[in-house]
């Protein structure tokens, strides 16, 4: 061939795709804890809630990609504590989850060379604040697994919280889950995105925030595609 572009392709891309304003903050990764001790079973977060049940604030359940490709139901196999963006003292009011934590994640981030991580170090390296705000309220949202086989979005309740391997669209509307959830975009999102082996990884900012939606749909809703999207990922 007289070319190979870096996609593999036989043609000559003058550009990347290019940001689109209507997609940007709709497509959100996960938070990030950077410590494993953040994780607890269910049964030690019902324990922390049963000492004190204002405990159920930051012993939450978390929805991992894992969950979503591994469970029939998708439903979070563990708890985080989770203390969202907080400071130091107002944590601490939260006496048995900031104790967990300050005994058992420890050295792992005392010591850590990134003073933000050292010194905040009860709190996620990214806690995705930004995610929270937008589904709280939602009746739902929809997720993927970050690196897949099969790009599958689930529909997910708002209530608990998200790793990083999950990737969130924060939006409750069946037609636009269509969308994302067509071959169009997954074709889009395999070549533009990157790749582990033959798995696709879910890059927000290489394949949505890039990928044109029909023109007019984000303003308005679209009923009969929505009963297609909502039909669908019934059946499947």
Partial sequence: VPIINAYFEDVADDTDPKELHENLGTMLEGSKNRGKAF????EKAENLIAEDPRNAEVVIPILSG??????????????AIFFSDW???????????FELLQRELGSERFNLADNRLSQNWWLFERARIELYRKITGAGR????????????????????LFTQGAKIFTTDRWDLYAIIQSTLHEVWARKYSGALKQDLRYSPSKCFDTFPFPQGLWQTANPHLAATGEHYHEHR
């Fill in 39 to 42: 994780f607890i079973s269910h």
């Fill in 66 to 79: 894992s969950d979503i490709t591994d469970s029939p139901t998708q439903a979070p196999q563990r708890c």
């Fill in 87 to 97: 400071d130091e003292s107002k944590s601490k009011e939260y006496e048995q989850p």
């Fill in 141 to 160: 949202c929809f997720a993927a697994c970050a690196t897949t086989k099969y790009l599958s979005f689930v529909e997910c309740r708002t209530d608990h």
